[in-house]
């Protein structure tokens, strides 16, 4: 079910010590001070070293969820160095991030790979944060919406009704990511709104409006509430703010 939502991606930074330290900070803040009706539930998504030991310090049953940045698409077998699904639930992951805008650029995932790592995620009990999102390019090219359109069609549409119901979608403008550039509050509504009909044409206008859409292009503690009040805006997908305890609980407060 749609939910506001905001969730963490630290990427490849920090070590153990300082991981354990700002997942202790974090969780402290946001239980004083993000208690309201609106407030948000919370993934963090440390490196996969990091992850039973931040795991260990959410608070059970309550708003903190543990995610992974990435899964292999196989179940086991001669990978090495890869980590499966079954494994990252293994350790007490609820989410895993599939699709993020590094991977297929750095790492060359694309539609096909990663249609079947959100079939992996799903069948090991995992919801899958899947993440869309243009470049400068296509942007200026007018081709923002077919492009957006061409990723959830090939990385989603092969689900069940029920299997999607499972999925959280990312929208994260390529050319906002570590750039310091934000889309407006207007440019990020008008992408998620798209993101809404689209989906209401390949399921039904329930799977759609039930559907948790993140914003994931630089939001930071200044933007955020101005980013969350937008309908089709359900929460964030954050990178480099959610190294900062203090900023990444300012955002999470947004929703107050």
């Given at each position: 079910?749609?939910?506001?939502?905001?969730?963490?991606?630290?990427?490849?930074?920090?070590?153990?010590?300082?991981?354990?330290?700002?997942?202790?900070?974090?969780?402290?803040m946001?239980?004083?001070?993000?208690?309201?009706?609106q407030?948000?539930?919370?993934?963090?998504?440390?490196?996969?070293?990091?992850?039973?030991?931040?795991?260990?310090?959410?608070?059970?049953?309550?708003?903190?969820?543990?995610?992974?940045?990435?899964?292999?698409?196989?179940?086991?077998?001669?990978?090495?160095?890869?980590?499966?699904?079954?494994?990252?639930?293994?350790?007490?992951?609820?989410?895993?991030?599939?699709?993020?805008?590094?991977?297929?650029?750095?790492?060359?995932?694309?539609?096909?790979?990663?249609?079947?790592?959100?079939?992996?995620?799903?069948?090991?009990?995992?919801?899958?944060?899947?993440?869309?999102?243009?470049?400068?390019?296509?942007?200026?090219?007018?081709?923002?919406f077919d492009?957006?359109?061409?990723?959830?069609?090939?990385?989603?549409?092969?689900?069940?009704?029920?299997?999607?119901?499972?999925?959280?979608?990312?929208?994260?403008?390529?050319?906002?990511?570590?750039?310091?550039?934000?889309?407006?509050?207007?440019?990020?509504?008008?992408?998620?709104?798209?993101?809404?009909?689209?989906?209401?044409?390949?399921?039904?206008?329930?799977?759609?409006?039930?559907?948790?859409?993140?914003?994931?292009?630089?939001?930071?503690?200044?933007?955020?509430?101005?980013?969350?009040?937008?309908?089709?805006?359900?929460?964030?997908?954050?990178?480099?703010?959610?190294?900062?305890?203090?900023?990444?609980?300012?955002i999470?407060?947004?929703?107050?």
């Amino acid at each position: 079910m749609r939910q506001n939502l905001v969730a963490g991606n630290w990427k490849m930074n920090l070590d153990y010590q300082a991981g354990l330290a700002l997942v202790s900070e974090i969780t402290n803040m946001v239980a004083d001070e993000a208690t309201g009706p609106q407030a948000p539930q919370v993934v963090i998504c440390p490196p996969f070293p990091f992850l039973a030991g931040v795991g260990k310090l959410l608070p059970a049953g309550g708003r903190f969820h543990l995610g992974a940045q990435n899964c292999h698409q196989q179940e086991s077998g001669p990978y090495t160095g890869e980590v499966s699904a079954r494994m990252l639930q293994s350790v007490g992951c609820e989410y895993v991030i599939l699709g993020h805008s590094e991977r297929r650029q750095y790492f060359r995932e694309d539609d096909a790979l990663l249609s079947q790592k959100v079939k992996a995620a799903l069948a090991a009990g995992l919801q899958p944060i899947f993440c869309v999102g243009e470049s400068l390019d296509t942007r200026e090219a007018d081709e923002t919406f077919d492009f957006i359109g061409g990723q959830l069609e090939n990385g989603l549409f092969h689900l069940s009704n029920e299997e999607f119901d499972r999925v959280v979608i990312a929208y994260e403008p390529i050319w906002a990511i570590g750039t310091g550039r934000t889309a407006t509050s207007q440019q990020a509504q008008d992408v998620h709104a798209f993101i809404r009909e689209r989906l209401a044409r390949a399921y039904d206008a329930q799977a759609a409006l039930n559907t948790t859409i993140l914003y994931g292009g630089s939001a930071n503690a200044q933007n955020a509430r101005e980013l969350f009040a937008q309908p089709d805006v359900d929460g964030g997908l954050i990178g480099g703010a959610s190294l900062k305890s203090r900023d990444f609980t300012e955002i999470i407060k947004s929703f107050s």
